[in-house]
């Protein structure tokens, strides 16, 4: 199974609302990441776990806010969004943080944020 | 400054023809190169990865070539299908952090029928 799994697909908030992005993996990789990926750019890095503990933070606002419940799991928590967050939101995994030459990224399809 | 540049921006051809396309990168110390295709609105899916060591990679009718005296790398389609119409973006991992990927801004193609 090389499946990095995301829920939901689409989303559609308003800037009072507070919502949840969830990402699953079941490869046993211990490092997780969230991307934001605006339309025609590419991703741009947001927070990186590294055995369920945030390892990188990429000076985010906290209005996102990150959690690792367990290896499997990863949520992004969204709270006082503004319009400009409106973007993909992708969850990705790796076997480790750092893990040689061969290392590689799985990435999921992507959560599709709209913010009102 | 880690960068990765690709070319063309966007390319149409035509059912069934070859096309290549390419990426320079400054990326330094290198560990490995990937070539990822992405539907609009859809997570990357990975075709290809290459190290230092790997000249050319396979992946059905895609092939990543990687030059790394002179940080080049091409990937070609060879007979095109209109599934082949996405994003194609130049992942380079490495750098004084290994965990970060350095991203290509991607070539478009679109295959006409």
């Known amino acids: 199974d090389t499946e990095v799994t995301q829920t939901p697909k689409h989303l559609v908030m308003g800037m009072t609302n507070k919502k949840s992005l969830k990402c699953e993996q079941h490869m046993g990789h211990r490092a997780m990441y969230w991307y934001k990926q605006k339309a025609k750019k590419p991703p741009e890095l947001m927070f990186v776990y590294s055995y369920e503990k945030l390892s990188i933070n990429e000076s985010v606002p906290s209005r996102f806010s990150p959690e690792c419940p367990n290896s499997s799991l990863l949520n992004l928590h969204l709270h006082a969004l503004q319009p400009e967050d409106s973007a993909l939101y992708l969850c990705a995994s790796s076997r480790n943080l750092a893990g040689g030459p061969q290392e590689t990224q799985y990435f999921g399809p992507g959560t599709r944020l709209l913010v009102l | ?113």
Request: aromatic share 8%; charged share 15%; proline share 3%.
């Open chain 2, 1 to 113: 400054k880690n960068q990765v540049e690709q070319s063309p921006q966007s390319l149409i051809i035509l059912e069934g023809k070859n096309c290549t396309l390419q990426c320079n990168y400054t990326v330094s110390p290198f560990s490995n190169l990937r070539w990822y295709k992405q539907d609009t609105g859809r997570g990357p899916v990975s075709l290809t990865i290459m190290t230092f060591s790997e000249n050319t990679k396979s992946n059905g009718r895609y092939t990543a070539t990687l030059d790394a005296d002179t940080k080049q790398s091409s990937l070609h389609i060879t007979a095109s299908q209109l599934s082949d119409s996405a994003s194609y973006i130049c992942v380079v991992r490495g750098g004084s952090n290994d965990y970060k990927l350095s991203f290509g801004a991607g070539t478009t193609v679109t295959v006409r029928a």
